[in-house]
């Protein structure tokens, strides 16, 4: 079953952090987070395993709560290159990975 | 290192037609996908492959078909193409399942008409 993004979508304005939800009805394994540029591939930024681990790089982090079956992607200062739709992906026991339907963000200078 | 590499880029097909794609990576990787992208949502996996001479359903594999003959190959094959086939296609390849980051190809547009 596809997981459920929240927001759909969100606007900020160069600097505001942003926080994107994941979450999914069915234990997980794994939570895969990717950014997609309008037009082009997706590209990996991380993933979290179980273990309620926590992970970032630069000024992007995310999280992963097993027991609610959740996850959540954190834009701090957010910077005009953040810009595109943030897909979770996530992997259940039969290793199979579902892709959530996308948050579009916006960053305005 | 090119990457992932997918051709063609763009297709137009008539209702029935049948083509191939094909998906091409330099990474010595173990796993490689496809999968569709439809306007405004997330990506379906198609059929995937574990390696050379493996394939596997996905989520959506109805009418389409597969082969890995070759480690750095994954052929996606529509025999009788179908409107609602028209779709963006992504082939992506990884080290492992659980390492996480896949590669995509550029995509494939394709139009049934």
């Known amino acids: 079953q596809q997981p459920v993004q929240s927001p759909q979508a969100v606007i900020l304005r160069e600097g505001e952090d942003a926080v994107i939800n994941c979450s999914s009805s069915?234990?997980?394994?794994?939570v895969h987070w990717y950014r997609q540029k309008h037009g082009e591939a997706p590209v990996f930024l991380m993933i979290?395993?179980?273990g309620g681990e926590q992970k970032g790089h630069d000024k992007i982090s995310a999280s992963f709560n097993e027991k609610k079956q959740q996850s959540s992607l954190y834009l701090t200062a957010s910077q005009l290159s953040y810009s595109g739709t943030y897909f979770c992906?996530?992997?259940?026991?039969?290793?199979?990975?579902?892709w959530g339907a996308g948050t579009k963000l916006i960053i305005k200078p | 290192n090119a990457g992932v590499t997918q051709t063609p880029k763009f297709r137009v097909l008539k209702t029935g037609q049948s083509m191939t794609l094909l998906c091409a990576q330099d990474?010595?990787?173990?796993?490689m996908y496809w999968y569709r992208q439809d306007p405004g949502m997330g990506l379906r996996l198609i059929h995937y492959?574990?390696?050379?001479?493996?394939?596997a359903k996905g989520e959506v594999p109805d009418g389409y078909n597969v082969s890995r003959l070759k480690k750095q190959n994954f052929l996606l094959g529509l025999e009788s193409a179908a409107p609602s086939q028209t779709s963006v296609y992504f082939c992506?390849?990884?080290?492992?399942?659980?390492?996480?980051?896949?590669?995509f190809g550029p995509g494939t547009r394709l139009l049934v008409l």
């Open positions: 990474m010595n990787h173990e796993y």
């Open positions: 992906g996530t992997e259940d026991s039969n290793y199979q990975l579902i």
């Open positions: 992506a390849s990884s080290y492992s399942r659980l390492s996480g980051d896949q590669y």
């Open positions: 069915k234990a997980l394994y794994s």
């Open positions: 979290l395993l179980k």
């Open positions: 492959s574990v390696g050379e001479g493996t394939t």
